[in-house]
């Protein structure tokens, strides 16, 4: 067999290395001056024959080619045993950032003293920027409260002045706003408003700015379309007339240390330092592209122990924005195109919705494994595989500092057989999809996964669409806005040929502190026949023993009164969400020997569970088209294509403890009716699960043999101890 040929990459020499950073000695035969380099000699040698390549990335940065480094067939070995390893060492970094350098003081009598400014680095896509990290750090860009910039209606002490406008001639266009500020934005067209509504955090940027009525001293702020309209007329939670919570990138609020602002006009970067920092020794990264790796085609590549750093993500800020529906997953409708009518992409028909893409991707690519390798100041999903992509792996990974989440899995947009083809007029749901082009065989193990996300806060930290033969196991999920992992779409559509997906043994604890309350520890939607929740402790610490620096349950606060729930709001109130929440269409799942503790708002949930239907038509689901497409309220199709598969929810074996009464709520639930049908069948109802000190016949604290459980000490038993211990990254 032919040894395997060895190349190396020297590091960029454009000042992003920290000090220190050397060429290791190495022939000079098979030294490479960059990636793009080394991937040229790839091709090369796999031209004359499938062979193993080992691609070294020397200590130091590597900055990815503009667009990014693309991965193809060409890159690929064309045979199985053979393989492609990029490998590093712990100070090898592929990044998409460029050095920002040059800090002089800025001299503007407008804005605070100490602020530094420097010219943007040239070639900056589209001459925008949004994410600067600076020491190794995000700097946060400038924000400021809607109600303090723009003052409040009268008597209404929370809400701006601000109104939409609904024009004749332009539905949802534009805000008046009664203040002659707006007309002070240096680059109106980069501002941002983002908004919170239930458990999504949209973003709209502004198009232009222009005075209404200069007497009345009201302003006209036109926003970028399909963006507002999809934002103003969805038809799941539409903002309507809801104002923005906040706005960012203004250059006239740069005012606390930590904060940045990039003028696009003059092509500059303006930044308030940190007590300490010293501007002329400081490392600033703007971060350049939006793809560092994508994967498109290949095969046989595994990548270890390189860090994915500086990339970013423009579309919140251009003419689609980010009109999030769910945890990430978009509205783009064409505008003036109602909602859940037409069948573009992101018009919401079929639960169809655009997803938020990763800065590493694999895309129809098989065989692709990521194994001790560190994503960190990303501006959007760390990573992401989809379109058929199989045979995917990230073990041992370390996630951090991330817009979004950390990974996504699958589509929201392969339900049918025809692959999300927006031009089909009548798809046909898959019950038996082309093996080649579902998303399947995904493993996520063994990886430490916090404090994320930190832009697009409504992500979930793992989200898996319509995925099979998916395992993700032994990883650490800590300190998460929102969901900590989401398997599942449509909302009880069967899916592309989904199931067998496996959450085993994670340990997840302090997720939903910033939204409340439909979310939990582990989520879960529609059919997915042969699938388990097994083994995973799930923790939502007390409060006076939150180990993280976000405040927790902010959002829950709201939802209690010293009379809601009886008791008050309790020590241990509940943070809002489920430990484990089976919601619409749930089914196939069978949840055992799971330890939940803490303040819950509900353990174990599930959620108008699966119902029998088996396909749907354009426009059809559940609620409007009942029987006779209703074979048994207990089967659903399965990956193999049959469509006679158990698909009840079958919950035992599990150990629950709640600190107190007050704030809880139920230990669980599991609600009856769906689509105005009884379907009680769709969960075991006579199983038992151990719930502080005692045995209770159901999760359900009002069926006939509950006890309401009074030792909220209660030790968990011995069993129950080994699965605490043995959740989260195994030992190497």
């Given amino acids: 067999m032919e040894p395997p040929l060895h190349l190396h990459v020297a590091p960029s020499d454009d000042g992003t290395n920290p000090s220190g950073s050397v060429v290791a000695q190495t022939d000079a035969s098979t030294l490479m001056p960059t990636v793009e380099q080394a991937q040229h000699q790839l091709r090369a040698a796999l031209a004359q024959g499938s062979r193993d390549v080992v691609i070294e990335l020397l200590p130091g940065s590597h900055r990815v080619p503009k667009g990014g480094l693309i991965i193809t067939a060409e890159d690929s070995p ?22 920002v350098t040059g800090w002089t003081k800025l001299n503007d009598p407008s804005l605070p003293a100490g602020l530094y400014i420097a010219p943007a680095p040239p070639l900056l896509p589209n001459g925008t920027a949004r994410h600067l990290y600076v020491d190794g750090a995000r700097a946060t860009r400038t924000r400021v409260n809607t109600s303090v910039i723009l003052g409040t209606v009268p008597g209404h002490p929370t809400t701006p002045n601000l109104r939409l406008e609904e024009r004749p001639d332009c539905p949802a266009c534009s805000y008046i706003a009664k203040s002659s500020w707006p007309l002070s934005w240096d680059n109106p067209s980069d501002v941002e408003f983002v ?44 903002v309507g007339t809801i104002p923005p919570t906040w706005l960012e990138n203004i250059r006239s609020e740069l005012a606390i240390p930590g904060q940045w602002y990039h003028d696009k006009q003059h092509q500059k970067v303006l930044y308030y330092p940190l007590p300490g920092q010293d501007m002329a020794k400081v490392r600033a990264v703007l971060a350049m592209e939006e793809v560092l790796v994508r994967h498109e085609g290949a095969r046989n590549h595994i990548w270890s122990n390189i860090s994915f750093e ?32 037409h069948r573009a992409a992101g018009c919401g028909l079929d639960d169809v ?38 045979a995917v792996a990230w073990r041992r990974c370390i996630f951090r500092d991330i817009s979004g989440g950390a990974v996504w899995l699958g589509g929201t947009d392969t339900w049918n057989c025809n692959g999300g083809d927006t031009s089909v007029t009548n798809p046909t749901p898959c019950t038996a999809a082309d093996p080649s082009t579902v998303d399947r065989n995904y493993t996520i193990e063994d990886c430490e996964i916090t404090n994320i996300p930190v832009e697009f806060r409504a992500a979930t930290a793992i989200f898996a669409g319509y995925v099979s033969d998916t395992v993700i196991r032994h990883n650490h999920i800590a300190n998460t806005t929102y969901s900590g992992i989401s398997l599942g779409w449509g909302w009880g559509r069967e899916g592309g040929a989904v199931g067998n997906n496996h959450v085993t043994a994670n340990k997840l604890e302090s997720v939903m502190s910033d939204f409340c309350c439909d979310g939990g520890g582990i989520y ?85 569970p699966w119902d029998g239907h088996l396909a749907f038509g354009p426009g059809e689901n559940s609620a409007n088209k009942p029987a006779p497409k209703v074979k048994a309220r207990n089967l659903c199709p399965g990956p193999d294509g049959k469509i006679d598969h158990d698909c009840r929810v079958n919950i035992t074996g599990n150990w629950i403890r709640m600190p107190e009464l007050a704030g809880n709520g139920n230990g669980g639930s599991c609600d009856g009716i769906y689509s105005g049908r009884q379907v009680n069948t769709s969960c075991w109802l006579n199983n038992w699960n151990w719930m502080n000190g005692q045995m209770q016949p159901t999760w359900i604290n009002h069926t006939a043999g509950y006890v309401a459980p009074t030792n909220f000490k209660a030790p968990f038993p011995a069993a129950a101890q080994a699965v605490i211990a043995a959740a989260g990254p195994r030992p190497r």
């Fill in 353 to 390: 919705y655009v997803s938020t893409p990763g800065n590493v991707q694999v895309v129809a690519s098989h065989n692709v494994a990521f194994e001790g390798c560190t994503f960190q100041h990303l501006g959007s999903f760390a990573a992401s595989a989809s379109n058929g992509a199989q």
């Fill in 195 to 238: 908004y919170k509504v239930g458990m999504s955090e949209p973003r709209c940027a502004v198009e232009s700015v222009r005075v209404l009525n200069a007497s009345a001293n009201t302003t006209r702020i036109v926003m970028k379309q399909p963006c507002m309209w999809n934002l103003i007329k969805r038809d799941w939670q539409p």
């Fill in 78 to 99: 064309s045979e199985d045993q053979h393989t492609v390893v990029w490998r590093g060492s712990a100070d090898s970094a592929l990044t998409g950032g460029s050095p």
């Fill in 310 to 341: 500086h990339a970013t993500w423009l579309r919140p800020m251009q003419s689609e924005g980010f009109v999030e529906q769910q945890a990430a997953a978009c509205d783009q409708c064409p505008y003036g195109v109602a909602n859940k009518t």
């Fill in 524 to 608: 879960t939607l529609g059919p997915q026949p042969g699938s388990t929740v097994s083994r995973n402790h799930i923790v939502q610490p007390f409060r006076d023993d939150w180990p993280y620096p976000r405040q927790p349950c902010i959002t829950n606060k709201s939802k209690h009164t010293p009379t809601n729930p009886p008791g008050g709001l309790g020590k241990y109130s509940g943070c809002g969400g489920k430990g484990i929440y089976h919601d619409n269409g749930s089914g196939g799942w069978n949840d055992t020997q799971n330890v939940i503790d803490g303040s819950w708002n509900r353990f174990i949930t599930v959620n108008a």
